[in-house]
């Protein structure tokens, strides 16, 4: 069963920056989109941002201007780069991933901590 592995989370102080990553354990044929939400605690998990197989990217409003998506469609990798992070960033970051196909897949979600 695929899998998606994340990595990158930590703890960084105010306006700092981290860089997530995420890869599948195994082929997902057909990825229409990937994306990025995060929950932070007794909050609904919500989207950060989303970029599509072309390269059309989304963002959250609170995240414009300091988070950066990416993807190798190469590699079936998705980035989220962020910076200037400040401490209402706080959440667990979970990644998906939509095939054209079937079921989305989401990772087990990677803890970022911005301390103020």
């Known amino acids: 069963q695929v899998q998606l592995v994340e990595s990158g989370g930590g703890l960084v102080q105010t306006g700092g920056s981290l860089r997530l990553s995420c890869a599948p354990s195994?082929?997902?044929?057909?990825?229409?989109?990937m994306g990025w939400y995060r929950q932070a605690p007794e909050k609904q998990r919500e989207l950060v941002a989303s970029?599509?197989?072309?390269?059309?990217?989304n963002y959250a409003d609170s995240v414009k201007g300091r988070f950066t998506i990416s993807r190798d469609n190469a590699k079936n990798t998705v980035y989220l780069q962020m910076n200037s992070l400040k401490p209402e960033d706080t959440a667990v970051y979970y990644c998906?991933?939509?095939?054209?196909?079937?079921?989305?897949?989401w990772g087990q979600g990677t803890q970022v901590t911005v301390s103020s």
């Open positions: 195994g082929v997902i044929f057909g990825i229409r989109t």
């Open positions: 970029i599509t197989a072309g390269g059309s990217t």
């Open positions: 998906n991933v939509n095939p054209l196909i079937g079921r989305g897949f």
